[in-house]
């Protein structure tokens, strides 16, 4: 990064390899763009009911619904009912909640249903970190559809460290149980999936011939890891990652989402004059 590439805050804008991969990945031929929303869409904020997408990352995005041959996509860690109240995404915007465990494709499609053996293993699993978090103040609980999340981040950071390693230690070894470490969060599922496997299936059902992704957590490299071959794979700040471009910041983000959507607003109408 060089010191052009700093905007008047001092944080990192969109350097030339990346403007160059988005105007590349705008003439596909059908577009998939799967965005995380939290630290990527939305500035990370200290209650997740308040976060909202930046309005210019909202603006883009809901123009690159509308243009043909151009599908959108949030994959988020979030419930599905609680990613559609903070992200008021567009109609046709497609989504994957839970990590992968729900999908939305659209109108009348399955939501997610759990069998006896995971609906007992959940209920479990939910006393199992209930009695942790008894003990551990400023940690709380988040029921999902298909898990239950211990939050952290209220926490002192001893307080916080005990209780993650309380949880795994009583639950890594259940079968049937799946861990990911977030951002001080621990998420179980009684399912398993993830957001490489919500990018797959993106990808699969949209018919697309490349896709763009960006994500700012540990679960996203779930997703930059399936990225293929002229696709374009995005880490949202400074944490190690395998993607092959980086921004600092959401804001960055509006930004990239702002030029794909020139780029790609022009190789579709270049193309389909009739659109
Ligand atoms: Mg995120």
């Known amino acids: 990064m060089t010191p052009e590439n700093r905007t008047g805050n001092g944080k990192l804008a969109l350097t030339p390899e990346l403007r160059e991969a988005v105007r590349a990945i705008a003439r596909t031929e059908h577009l998939l763009v799967a965005m995380d929303f939290d630290g990527t869409m939305a500035p990370i904020v200290g209650h997740a009911d308040d976060a909202r997408p930046l309005p210019r990352a909202a603006t883009a995005f809901a123009g690159l619904a509308v243009l043909p041959r151009t599908t959108t996509a949030l994959i988020s860690g979030r419930a599905l009912a609680s990613l559609r109240k903070v992200a008021s995404p567009p109609v046709d915007t497609l989504l994957i909640g839970s990590h992968g465990a729900e999908a939305w494709l659209g109108p009348g499609s399955a939501g997610l249903t759990l069998d006896g053996t995971q609906k007992?293993?959940?209920?479990e699993v939910r006393s199992i970190l209930a009695d942790i978090v008894a003990e551990a103040p400023g940690t709380m609980?988040?029921?999902?559809?298909?898990?239950?999340?211990?939050?952290?981040?209220?926490?002192?950071?001893?307080?916080?460290?005990?209780?993650?390693?309380?949880?795994?230690?009583?639950?890594?070894?259940?079968?049937?149980?799946f861990l990911k470490d977030g951002k001080r969060v621990l998420e179980t599922s009684v399912v398993n999936a993830s957001k490489g496997e919500g990018v797959d299936f993106l990808r699969q059902v949209s018919g697309a011939s490349a896709v763009l992704f960006a994500g700012d957590d540990t679960t996203d490299e779930d997703a930059l890891a399936r990225l293929k071959p002229g696709d374009v794979g995005v880490k949202v700040g400074l944490d190690f990652t395998q993607a092959q471009y980086r921004v600092e910041a959401p804001v960055h983000v509006a930004e990239l989402l702002?030029?794909?959507?020139?780029?790609?607003?022009?190789?579709?109408?270049m193309e389909d004059p009739q659109d």
Do not use: I, M
């Open 258 to 269: 702002e030029v794909l959507l020139r780029e790609r607003s022009l190789a579709v109408v």
């Open 141 to 177: 609980l988040e029921d999902k559809p298909a898990g239950v999340v211990l939050h952290t981040r209220q926490a002192a950071d001893d307080v916080a460290e005990d209780a993650v390693a309380a949880a795994r230690s009583l639950l890594e070894d259940r079968k049937g149980v």
């Open 120 to 123: 007992a293993l959940l209920t």
